[in-house]
């Protein structure tokens, strides 16, 4: 049993769950981000699966995306690396504030995310060394290189991705090797080239930073979470929270 609720954290809607009964206990936390034009509601089977696990779960709504979207779907295209930005920004406040209002081990939080989620999950891995794990499926964090071909920045856009730069793990590959780091891909994505996930494999490996890595595959999958991704990441988190 679970219980679910939409709350408001720092000023963002998002999605908690917990274990039927805990919602006032100390208990291992993850935060689980949604992939582009998507929303925390249609990713909330992480935060069933994850809570039935023994975690909290705190599912943000990224900028212009579910409850907090305007209804221009044109105008959305465009800010696509200025959302991931704001997304790994506004991390820190959204742990700040769950912290004052509930019991949290700051020793066990974890992020996690798919697509776009996956991107800000090894964003906020690289920027916040609070964070004890983090599991990202069919994302990048490769971002300078990735935007030349996903979502290419418009004008408007093109200084977001710019101000990505520190952000990039390609400089600092240390960060995202020293923790459990799960990557999921399916080899066949349409959409996140699954190469992304084998440079940064064999990137860490290279320099010998794979001794907390679990990169897994999946055959003839698409741009799509798979049953099989959404088990191997509970069981991630279960193992290192």
């Known amino acids: 049993m679970i219980e679910m609720y939409t709350e408001q954290l720092a ?3 998002v999605l908690h769950a917990v274990p039927a009964g805990k919602k006032e206990s100390q208990l291992p936390v993850v935060f689980f981000y949604h992939g582009f034009t998507s929303s925390k509601l249609v ?21 212009q995306h579910g409850a907090r979207f ?5 105008a959305r295209l465009y800010q696509f690396w200025s959302i991931l930005k ?18 949290v081990d700051e020793q066990r939080i974890a992020v996690g995310g798919a ?17 004890r794990c983090v599991a990202c499926l069919m994302g ?6 990735l935007g030349k071909n996903l979502f290419p920045p418009q004008a408007l856009d093109l200084e977001s991705l710019n101000k990505l730069a520190d952000y990039d793990i390609s400089h600092q590959l240390e960060k995202v090797g020293n923790r ?16 992304e996930t084998w440079r940064l494999e064999n990137a860490l490996i290279e320099k010998g930073l794979d001794k907390h ?13 798979t049953p099989t991704a959404l088990e191997a990441t509970s069981r991630f988190f279960s193992e290192h929270l």
Not at 88 to 101: A, N, P, T
Not at 218 to 223: I, N, Q, R, S, T
């Open 43 to 63: 990713y909330s089977y992480f935060a069933v699966a994850l809570a039935q696990s023994g975690m909290r779960v705190i599912m943000p709504d990224a900028q």
């Open 115 to 131: 697509s776009m989620g996956g991107m800000t999950a090894l964003g906020i891995m690289a920027r916040y060394p609070q964070v």
């Open 180 to 195: 459990p780091l799960l990557l999921w891909h399916g080899e066949q994505d349409d959409v996140v080239p699954a190469t």
């Open 86 to 103: 704001s997304n790994i920004d506004e991390f820190s406040q959204l742990q700040q504030v769950l912290s004052e209002r509930y019991p």
């Open 11 to 13: 000023g963002i809607e």
């Open 140 to 145: 990048s964090g490769y971002f300078m290189s």
């Open 70 to 74: 305007d209804g221009d779907e044109s």
């Open 213 to 225: 890595m679990l990169c897994l595959r999946e055959a003839g999958v698409k741009h799509r979470i």
